[in-house]
C-alpha cells in the first residue's frame, strides 16, 4: 500500500542549482546589471593599480622617497595580486562567491584608505600588499563569475564587458585620478578610490545572486580534471610571453615618441589617448572574435604586436607613423586580457574559477617580468633594440599560440 502511495506522488523536483549559467536563451536586464557591476569592479581595482603612474612625484614628494621608491608600489601590488589570484580558488571551497567579491573590494578599499593616509615607505608597502591581495582576488574570480551571470550564448560577450574595465582604466581611470591628484592632492585620490570600492562592494552584494560553489562535470568526491593540461600550458606561455613582450616596450612609449618622434608632452597625451580608445575597441572586437576561434584570435593580436612594435622601431622618427603604429599596438594589445580568458574558459571549462585565477596570476607576473626586462635591456641596448627584442618575444608568442594544442572544439 504504501508503494502504491509513494507510486502516484508526483516526485520532488531537485532543488535550483544556482551554481549553473542560465538555461534561458536570452539574459536578462538584471543580469546585465550584475555584469556592469562587475566591470566598474575590474575598473576600480585596475586604477587601484595604476594610480601611482599619474601621480607619482606628488606622492614621493609627500612620502619622502625617491620617484623610484614610489614607482616599486606597482610591482609589490603586482607580485602580491600574482600570488592571491591562482590562490584564492583553491581556498574558498563551498563559500559565496558574491560574498567574497564584495569583501575582497572592501579590502582593497582598506588598502586604498592606507595608502592615503601612508606617512613613509613602510606604511605604503603594507598598504599596497593589502591593495594586491583585494585586486587578485577579485580580477581573478570576475570573468568566472560574469560566465555564471548570462544566458550561455552571451558568455563572451559578459567576458569581454567583465574585462573592459581593465581597458576602461588605462584610458579613463588613471587620468581622472592623475587630475583628482592635480586639484585635490594624491592623498585625496586614493581616498575617493577607497570611497568608491565600498559602494561597490554593496552594490555587488545588491546586484548578484548567490553564488555557491560551480557544478563541476567530475563525480562528486571524486578527483578534479586536471589543470595542467596542453592547452591551459599553451595559453599561459602565449599571454605570458606576450604580456612580458608588451610591458617592456610600452613603459618606454613615451621616452620614445618624445626622443624619436619629437612630440610634445600633449602630443604625446593625445597618442595615447588614441592608444587607450583603441584598446577598448580591440577589447570587444577580440571577445566577439575569441568566442569562436580561440587560436586565430590570439594569433592575431600577437602578429598585431609584434608588427606594431617593428614599426615603431623602424619608422619611429616619423610622428605620423609612430601615431599609426601606437593605434595599432593599442588595438590589438586591447583583446588580450579577453581573448586570453576565452581561451583558459574553453581550455579547463570544469575548472574555470581556477584556469581564470592561475591566468590572472600570471598575467600580472608577465607585467612585473616585462617591466623588469624592458629596464633591463634599455639599460644596455638603448630603445631601439628594446623595441626589436619586444617584437621577437610578440612573434615568439606567436609561434606558441600557433603550434601548441588549444582548447578543444565545443560539440
Partial sequence: MSTTASSSTPPTPPPADHTRRPVTPNTTPRQWTSVAVLSLSTFVVVTSEMLPVGVL????????????AAGSSLTVTGLVAAVTAPLVPRLLGGLDRRAVLAAAMVVLALGNLLTSLAADFGPLVASRVLLGAGMGAVWG???AVALRLVAPRHAALAVSLTVSGVAAASVAGVPVGTVVGDALGWRAAFALLAAAAVLLALALLAALPRLPRPATAHPAGGRPPALATPPVLVGLGAVVLLVTAHFAAYTYVRPVLEERAGLGASAVALVLLVYGLFGLVGNFAAGAAAARRQRATLVVLAAGIAAAVALLALLGTVPVAAGLAVALWGLAYGGVSVAGQIWMTRAAPDRVEQATGLYVGAFTAAIALGALVGGSVVGVVGVTW????????????LVVGLLGPGPRARG
Fill in 57 to 68: 612625484t606628488p606622492m614621493a614628494e609627500g612620502l619622502d622617497v625617491s620617484t623610484g
Fill in 141 to 143: 574570480l570576475a570573468a
Fill in 386 to 397: 628594446l623595441l626589436w627584442c619586444a617584437a621577437a618575444l610578440a612573434v615568439t608568442s
